[in-house]
């Protein structure tokens, strides 16, 4: 399952992997390295998702 995640920088919208989550990516328009966390707007994108199910 995938989630779009803000990058924090840029603001570009990361397409992050659930497994993805405690990890650290790079932004692929800034290269920002980005600790995923799980937050508020995390919950809010999985939620969104459950309910397309």
Request: hydrophobic letters at 30%; charged letters at 35%.
């Given at each position: 399952?995938?989630?779009?995640?803000?990058?924090?920088?840029?603001?570009?919208?990361?397409?992050?992997?659930?497994?993805?989550?405690?990890k650290?990516?790079?932004?692929?328009?800034?290269?920002?390295?980005?600790?995923?966390?799980?937050?508020?707007?995390?919950?809010?994108?999985?939620?969104?998702?459950?309910?397309?199910?």
């Amino acid at each position: 399952m995938e989630i779009n995640y803000k990058c924090p920088v840029c603001s570009n919208n990361v397409v992050i992997k659930l497994s993805d989550v405690s990890k650290t990516i790079r932004c692929p328009k800034c290269n920002l390295k980005i600790n995923v966390k799980k937050d508020a707007e995390f919950d809010k994108n999985i939620k969104h998702i459950k309910n397309k199910r």
